[in-house]
């Protein structure tokens, strides 16, 4: 069953107290518990369909079972038609947190598990001096669902290498303000 008003249907969650700031929390979790719920229909639908007979029936689904269908496995208090459904009184930041959380508890801990290779991206910057940062992050299997996973860059290193607001206000500086040639200024900076 697909929920095509879902979106439509966050807007009008009885919560009448949220003022428009307020509403910026607990709605992107809700949009997303409503995509990871329609994830989660369909991928239940194809799992216990594929789960055979067995001599004391079907087995019930698992974790990994619906990983392998690239769903997740939510709990009750996770699941979007749960928090639509809350009463008026119960703070909807509150339960959408809480749902999280138990989305995130309920998934496999890589802490102890060995790295399998690194991923890294530089800055380089001017500041008075010449600063470089090298920022790396690791990058590992899980041995529960077999998927690599690696972790994640900050929002302002979206490539490889990437120059500082110092470096290219350096680079402008000599292009526009002292007009010196654009070979001469890539010389400059190598």
Request: net charge negative.
């Amino acid at each position: 069953m697909k929920k095509n008003s879902g979106i439509q249907q966050i807007t009008c969650l009885p919560t009448p107290s949220l003022t428009a700031t307020e509403y910026k929390d607990p709605v992107p979790g809700l949009i997303l518990l409503l995509y990871a719920q329609n994830r989660h229909e369909e991928a239940k639908v194809a799992i216990e369909a594929s789960i055979p007979e067995g001599p004391r029936g079907k087995r019930a689904a698992t974790q990994a079972d619906f990983l392998a269908a690239s769903a997740m496995m939510l709990p009750q208090k996770s699941q979007y038609d749960y928090l639509a459904n809350l009463p008026e009184e119960d703070d909807i930041s509150e339960a959408v947190s809480e749902a999280m959380l138990l989305i995130a508890t309920n998934s496999q801990d890589l802490r102890g598990v060995p790295c399998i290779d690194h991923k890294r991206r530089t800055k380089i910057d001017i500041v008075f001096e010449n600063v470089i940062d090298h920022v790396d992050a690791e990058i590992k299997h899980c041995p529960t669902c077999d998927a690599t996973v690696k972790g994640v860059f900050p929002s302002d290193m979206r490539g490889s290498l990437q120059y500082g607001d110092g470096l290219e206000a350096f680079v402008i500086n000599f292009l526009i303000g002292q007009m010196v040639a654009l070979n001469r200024v890539q010389k400059l900076v190598k």
